[in-house]
């Protein structure tokens, strides 16, 4: 498979690990967000992510993947996963150095279609800090001049954006979650969803999920993570019903710790390009 085709993989198998506390899987769905909206937006991103692998600038080929994922009536299903699979798609060396590398040489171009990539779906995110109301995401293309402006490249808008996104954390430091959670899925035994899908809780009871908290504040988050680590332990001690109790609980709140299923998504991606095999 090419780069772009795993990329689309890696979407494909990460919405279907389960159980998955909070998120979409193969056995929940949210009333107005189901598996099949997923699967479409895992389709229809390919055009972005071939654009992608064969050299498109990383702002031009992400607006193009959100845009592709965007067509399915769910909404956003991949927005943070493509933040992360494009990067990895065009780097040279698939390396934290690698990828800083490509992250690092983002233009202000590239941050000016990330800003219009918000134009195709309604994303979650937090009010820009004190004084850069100009450059809120959510303005979308309105803030392009303030982008110029302010010559900001998209790596400069995810320095900007890390303390309080996870996947912008990412971009800022190397990928380091990403590749720390291929390497734990290449550890696994078993399915590579379900190595996913543990992966995932490992994740979640590791540290607060950026999204939970945007959605619901940082003391949802640190409760989630919580819940998390006891869950965990529970399976640990051969006793998974805790497990898919806590998925169906979150499910039942609607709290969905998507910056989690971002990074477990990239890690999907990386592991599969390094060898694991369906």
């Known amino acids: 498979m090419t780069p772009a085709e795993h990329a689309q993989l890696a979407l494909l198998l990460e919405v279907a690990g389960t159980p998955k506390p909070g998120n979409v899987d193969r056995d929940r769905d949210f009333p107005d967000l189901r598996f099949e909206h997923f699967l479409a937006g895992a389709i229809g991103s390919g055009a972005g992510l071939r654009a992608a692998e064969k050299g498109t600038p990383v702002g031009e080929a992400f607006e193009e993947a959100v845009e592709g994922m965007s067509q399915q009536e769910g909404g ?39 800003y219009r990539a918000f134009e195709y779906v309604d994303v979650a995110v937090t009010d820009p800090p004190e004084g850069m109301d100009e450059l809120d995401v959510r303005r979308g293309s309105d803030a392009i001049s303030a982008l110029r402006e302010g010559d900001l490249t998209l790596y400069d808008v995810m320095e900007l954006s890390e303390d309080v996104d996870g996947v912008a954390r990412e971009w800022a430091n190397g990928f380091e979650r990403t590749f720390e959670a291929s390497d734990r899925i290449a550890e696994l035994d078993g399915g590579i969803s379900a190595r996913a ?65 971002d990074i477990v998504a990239g890690g999907l991606f990386i592991a599969l390009e390094r060898g694991i095999s369906p």
């Open 197 to 261: 899908a543990q992966v995932y809780l490992e994740f979640l009871a590791r540290e607060p999920d950026t999204f939970v908290a945007k959605r619901h504040g940082n003391k949802v988050a640190e409760s989630v993570l919580v819940r998390a680590q006891e869950a965990l332990q529970e399976a640990r001690e051969g006793n998974p019903e805790l497990v898919t109790a806590f998925a169906d609980s979150l499910v039942e709140e609607g709290i969905n710790p998507g910056t989690t299923a």
């Open 76 to 114: 956003n299903t991949q927005f943070g996963a493509l933040l992360l699979l494009i990067p990895l798609v065009k780097a040279d060396e698939l390396s934290p150095d690698g990828v800083a590398e490509v992250a690092e040489a983002t233009t202000v171009e590239d941050a000016e279609g990330f």
